[in-house]
Protein backbone atom coordinates (compact mmCIF):
# COMPACT_ATOMS: atom_id res chain seq x y z
CA UNK A 1 0.00 0.00 0.00
CA UNK A 2 1.50 3.78 -1.15
CA UNK A 3 1.93 6.11 1.73
CA UNK A 4 -0.74 8.35 0.06
CA UNK A 5 -3.21 5.43 0.41
CA UNK A 6 -2.44 4.37 4.27
CA UNK A 7 -2.87 8.67 4.65
CA UNK A 8 -6.14 8.40 3.30
CA UNK A 9 -7.25 5.61 5.14
CA UNK A 10 -6.34 6.78 8.43
CA UNK A 11 -8.07 9.79 7.82
CA UNK A 12 -11.05 8.21 7.17
CA UNK A 13 -11.10 5.91 9.80
CA UNK A 14 -10.39 8.94 11.84
CA UNK A 15 -13.64 10.65 10.49
CA UNK A 16 -15.81 7.97 11.27
CA UNK A 17 -14.58 7.42 14.56
CA UNK A 18 -15.23 11.55 15.50
CA UNK A 19 -18.31 11.62 13.54
CA UNK A 20 -17.94 12.86 10.25
CA UNK A 21 -15.26 15.81 11.59
CA UNK A 22 -11.45 15.64 12.16
CA UNK A 23 -8.96 18.43 12.98
CA UNK A 24 -5.43 17.84 12.49
CA UNK A 25 -2.08 19.03 12.52
CA UNK A 26 -0.33 18.98 9.20
CA UNK A 27 3.34 18.55 10.61
CA UNK A 28 2.20 16.41 13.36
CA UNK A 29 0.77 13.69 10.91
CA UNK A 30 3.90 13.63 8.74
CA UNK A 31 5.80 12.99 11.76
CA UNK A 32 3.33 10.19 12.50
CA UNK A 33 3.73 8.82 9.20
CA UNK A 34 7.65 9.80 8.58
CA UNK A 35 6.90 12.13 5.19
CA UNK A 36 6.93 15.49 4.62
CA UNK A 37 4.27 17.59 5.45
CA UNK A 38 3.30 17.96 1.22
CA UNK A 39 2.54 14.93 1.27
CA UNK A 40 -0.32 15.48 3.84
CA UNK A 41 -1.30 18.16 1.76
CA UNK A 42 -1.64 16.24 -1.52
CA UNK A 43 -3.72 13.50 0.00
CA UNK A 44 -6.21 16.14 1.37
CA UNK A 45 -5.65 17.98 -1.84
CA UNK A 46 -7.17 14.90 -3.83
CA UNK A 47 -8.79 12.63 -1.66
CA UNK A 48 -10.90 14.83 0.40
CA UNK A 49 -12.43 17.43 -2.00
CA UNK A 50 -16.23 18.82 -2.43
CA UNK A 51 -16.78 16.00 -5.15
CA UNK A 52 -15.97 13.50 -2.74
CA UNK A 53 -18.05 14.45 -0.24
CA UNK A 54 -15.68 16.58 2.28
CA UNK A 55 -15.18 19.99 2.99
CA UNK A 56 -11.59 21.33 4.39
CA UNK A 57 -10.78 24.25 6.15
CA UNK A 58 -7.09 25.34 7.30
CA UNK A 59 -5.40 27.94 9.49
CA UNK A 60 -2.01 28.56 8.64
CA UNK A 61 1.19 29.11 10.98
CA UNK A 62 1.92 28.74 14.82
CA UNK A 63 -0.85 26.37 15.76
CA UNK A 64 -2.49 26.06 12.75
CA UNK A 65 -4.62 23.29 11.84
CA UNK A 66 -6.24 21.32 8.66
CA UNK A 67 -9.87 20.55 9.47
CA UNK A 68 -11.68 17.67 7.18
CA UNK A 69 -15.40 17.34 7.52
CA UNK A 70 -17.65 14.78 5.67
CA UNK A 71 -20.56 16.19 4.29
CA UNK A 72 -23.53 14.14 6.20
CA UNK A 73 -26.42 16.34 5.84
CA UNK A 74 -29.80 15.61 4.34
CA UNK A 75 -30.24 15.00 0.37
CA UNK A 76 -31.02 18.47 -0.60
CA UNK A 77 -29.08 20.27 1.80
CA UNK A 78 -25.81 18.23 0.09
CA UNK A 79 -27.15 18.27 -3.24
CA UNK A 80 -27.37 22.46 -2.87
CA UNK A 81 -23.90 22.42 -1.74
CA UNK A 82 -22.11 20.59 -4.62
CA UNK A 83 -24.48 23.05 -7.23
CA UNK A 84 -22.50 25.77 -5.45
CA UNK A 85 -19.24 23.79 -5.83
CA UNK A 86 -19.45 23.35 -9.00
CA UNK A 87 -18.40 26.32 -10.70
CA UNK A 88 -18.86 27.35 -14.32
CA UNK A 89 -17.22 24.63 -15.94
CA UNK A 90 -16.74 21.13 -15.06
CA UNK A 91 -14.94 18.18 -16.64
CA UNK A 92 -16.23 15.26 -17.77
CA UNK A 93 -14.46 13.05 -15.02
CA UNK A 94 -15.33 15.58 -12.36
CA UNK A 95 -18.44 15.44 -13.42
CA UNK A 96 -18.49 11.76 -13.02
CA UNK A 97 -17.16 11.81 -9.79
CA UNK A 98 -19.74 14.52 -8.82
CA UNK A 99 -22.48 11.54 -9.74
CA UNK A 100 -20.68 8.56 -8.34
CA UNK A 101 -20.78 9.85 -5.07
CA UNK A 102 -24.35 10.87 -5.32
CA UNK A 103 -25.04 7.25 -6.09
CA UNK A 104 -22.78 6.22 -3.17
CA UNK A 105 -24.65 8.66 -0.40
CA UNK A 106 -28.07 7.49 -2.18
CA UNK A 107 -28.41 11.24 -3.48
CA UNK A 108 -29.66 8.97 -6.54
CA UNK A 109 -30.10 5.69 -8.01
CA UNK A 110 -28.47 3.27 -10.32
CA UNK A 111 -30.51 4.52 -13.23
CA UNK A 112 -30.30 8.40 -12.24
CA UNK A 113 -27.12 7.73 -11.96
CA UNK A 114 -26.23 6.07 -15.76
CA UNK A 115 -28.25 8.84 -17.27
CA UNK A 116 -26.42 11.60 -15.67
CA UNK A 117 -23.34 9.47 -16.47
CA UNK A 118 -25.00 9.84 -20.56
CA UNK A 119 -25.98 13.66 -20.20
CA UNK A 120 -22.49 14.80 -19.36
CA UNK A 121 -20.05 12.66 -21.65
CA UNK A 122 -18.17 13.78 -24.23
CA UNK A 123 -19.98 11.34 -26.50
CA UNK A 124 -23.60 13.95 -26.07
CA UNK A 125 -21.72 16.88 -25.65
CA UNK A 126 -20.07 17.43 -29.05
CA UNK A 127 -18.93 20.94 -28.90
CA UNK A 128 -15.74 22.58 -28.96
CA UNK A 129 -14.30 22.45 -25.64
CA UNK A 130 -14.20 25.50 -23.88
CA UNK A 131 -17.82 25.37 -24.57
CA UNK A 132 -18.44 21.98 -23.60
CA UNK A 133 -17.44 21.83 -20.02
CA UNK A 134 -19.14 25.11 -19.02
CA UNK A 135 -22.31 23.20 -20.74
CA UNK A 136 -21.48 20.31 -18.86
CA UNK A 137 -21.40 21.90 -15.66
CA UNK A 138 -25.10 23.87 -16.83
CA UNK A 139 -26.43 20.61 -17.35
CA UNK A 140 -25.12 19.18 -14.52
CA UNK A 141 -26.24 21.95 -11.86
CA UNK A 142 -29.54 21.78 -14.14
CA UNK A 143 -30.36 18.01 -13.69
CA UNK A 144 -29.03 18.24 -9.26
CA UNK A 145 -31.81 20.93 -8.70
CA UNK A 146 -34.29 18.91 -10.25
CA UNK A 147 -33.34 16.30 -7.71
CA UNK A 148 -34.20 18.62 -5.20
Do not use: W
Request: proline share 2%; with cysteine; charged share 25%.
Amino acid sequence: MRISDTIEKFLIELIQETEGVVEIQRNELASYFNCVPSQINYVIDTRFTAEKGYIVQSRRGGGGYIKIKRININKSHYLMHIVNSIGDSITQQSAQAFISNFFDYDAIDEKEARLMNIVVSDKVLNVPQPIRDKLRASILKNMILSLI
